[in-house]
């Protein structure tokens, strides 16, 4: 059973860079899609990108200027770097696993517990 | 740009059926997943596809869809599903990760 956890700073100051770290056990990172969504508070999800097990990487829109997913399999680990942050980037940040199940589906199977982050000064 | 759209609010009394819906364009090309939503915890998908539902997950959540509307269908409602569910597809490029905006439903 895959499990994935969360890890970074709870603190961020407006124009730095957030940067978040993924461990993954229990499953290879040589296969699947691995993948950053953010919720902020009180709000929805929002899918951030993901980088696949080819090494492609694939980003919102909405955030692709800014952000960066890199998975490092020696050390079961997934990266995200989001860059210039304002407080509009204040969210609960997870890791999650997903997976093409058909020919276009595709589905986020596993996912961490979740890290609060807070933009502020 | 592409969007999916769901009903803010939804209630539904004890051991009854309830349907919640999503709309979006994009529902016309992609089948939709959903995940539920408890407070506290992370979202855990509750059935994918065509009725595909991960292991442990009751039969009481089925899904169909009809032009640009997805819709997720719980029968025998039970207390434990008082909870946000929120629609998934891909967007009008082919991004996989395209949610709607949640719907909270709550058990009377």
């Known amino acids: 059973q895959v499990q994935l956890q969360e890890s970074g700073p709870g603190l961020v100051k407006p124009s730095e860079t957030l940067s978040l770290t993924c461990s993954v056990s229990?499953?290879?990172?040589?296969?699947?899609?691995w993948s950053w969504i953010r919720q902020p508070p009180g709000k929805g999800l929002e899918w951030i990108g993901y980088?696949?097990?080819?090494?492609?990487?694939n980003y919102n829109p909405s955030l692709d200027s800014r952000v960066t997913i890199s998975v490092d399999t020696s050390k079961s680990q997934s990266s995200l770097r989001l860059r210039s942050v304002t407080a509009a980037d204040t969210a609960v940040y997870y890791c999650?696993?997903?997976?093409?199940?058909?020919?276009?589906?595709?589905?986020?199977?596993?996912w961490g517990q979740g890290t609060r982050v807070t933009v502020s000064s | 740009s592409s969007e999916l759209t769901q009903d803010p609010d939804v209630s539904v009394a004890l051991g009854q059926t309830v349907r919640i819906t999503c709309q979006g364009e994009?529902?016309?090309?992609?089948?939709a997943d959903w995940y539920q939503q408890k407070p506290g915890q992370a979202p855990a998908v509750v059935i994918y596809?065509?009725?595909q539902r991960p292991s442990g997950i009751s039969d009481r959540f089925s899904v169909s869809k009809s032009g640009n509307t997805a819709s997720l269908t719980i029968t025998g409602t039970q207390a434990e599903d008082e909870a946000d569910y929120y629609c998934?597809?891909?967007?009008?490029?082919?991004?996989?990760?395209?949610f709607g905006g949640g719907t909270r439903l709550t058990v009377l």
């Open positions: 596809g065509e009725n």
């Open positions: 999650v696993r997903g997976l093409f199940y058909d020919s276009s589906g595709f589905l986020f199977d596993s």
């Open positions: 229990g499953a290879s990172m040589r296969s699947h899609y």
């Open positions: 980088f696949s097990y080819s090494g492609r990487t």
């Open positions: 994009t529902l016309r090309s992609y089948n």
């Open positions: 998934k597809s891909r967007d009008a490029s082919g991004n996989v990760g395209l």
